[in-house]
């Protein structure tokens, strides 16, 4: 059974830190890592890893993928109360399979002004 | 360009009876995923739908089903619903192929009384 695991759970610091968040992951025949923001409903896509070692930004967010041992982090530099949130991270496999993307139970991030 | 469309967006029920949610995909998104977001659980893949052919399945009981039209739009169908149903349902749609992320719509929120 394919299993994602975050940490921490939950997380505040305040604004201009820069946080990391996990994701460890063990799936059969990966294909893909994705991180998610979730402030009120819908989550909103931030990334896809798909190879390993590779960085991808967007503005002060970053993430990176170990296919070797088997995580990633998502890196937020100088953040902002905007960034509160639960991010989540996901993991797919490849051929679809039975189990869809498998979710993270998620890291609630709170950002103090 | 519109993004994924749920409807309705609030719903209470009475347990045993049956639910039927709509998912409206992003336009020239073919594939269709219906996940449950609880607070217990997080979010767990239900089912995906791809050109009206249900592609994977989640570990949900027979009481959860769903359909895809040959639009794309997909709905999802609860029957004699349990007080556990209550939750968030959330429907992501993506390109073929898998490889641009899914994008999630706002959800319905699910209420059984």
């Known amino acids: 059974e394919d299993k994602v695991v975050q940490s921490p759970l939950s997380l505040v610091v305040h604004e201009g830190d820069t946080v990391t968040l996990n994701c460890s992951y063990e799936?059969?025949?990966?294909?893909?890592l994705l991180w998610y923001k979730q402030e009120k409903k819908a989550p909103t896509f931030l990334f896809m890893l798909?190879?390993?070692?590779i960085e991808k930004k967007s503005g002060r967010l970053s993430s990176i993928l170990d296919k070797k041992e088997l995580f990633s982090i998502l890196n937020i530099t100088a953040t902002q109360t905007g960034d509160s949130a639960v991010y989540l991270c996901?993991?797919?496999?490849?051929?679809?399979?039975?189990?869809?993307?498998?979710f993270g139970k998620g890291t609630h991030l709170i950002i103090q002004p | 360009k519109a993004g994924v469309t749920q409807t309705p967006r609030y719903l209470i029920k009475t347990r045993g009876q049956q639910v039927t949610l709509s998912c409206s995909p992003i336009?020239?998104?073919?594939?269709v995923s219906w996940y449950q977001q609880t607070p217990g659980q997080g979010l767990q893949f239900l089912f995906e739908?791809?050109?009206?052919?249900?592609?994977n399945k989640g570990n949900f009981p027979g009481r959860f089903s769903g359909r895809q039209f040959s639009n794309s739009r997909s709905e999802m169908n609860v029957s004699t619903l349990e007080l556990g149903d209550s939750a968030l349902y959330l429907c992501?749609?993506?390109?073929?192929?898998?490889?641009?992320?899914?994008?999630f719509g706002s959800g319905t929120r699910l209420t059984v009384v």
């Open positions: 739908y791809f050109s009206e052919t249900q592609r």
């Open positions: 798909t190879s390993s070692g």
């Open positions: 799936v059969t025949n990966f294909r893909s």
């Open positions: 992501a749609s993506s390109l073929v192929g898998r490889f641009y992320g899914y994008t």
């Open positions: 996901a993991v797919e496999a490849a051929g679809g399979g039975a189990d869809g993307l498998t």
């Open positions: 336009s020239g998104h073919r594939s």
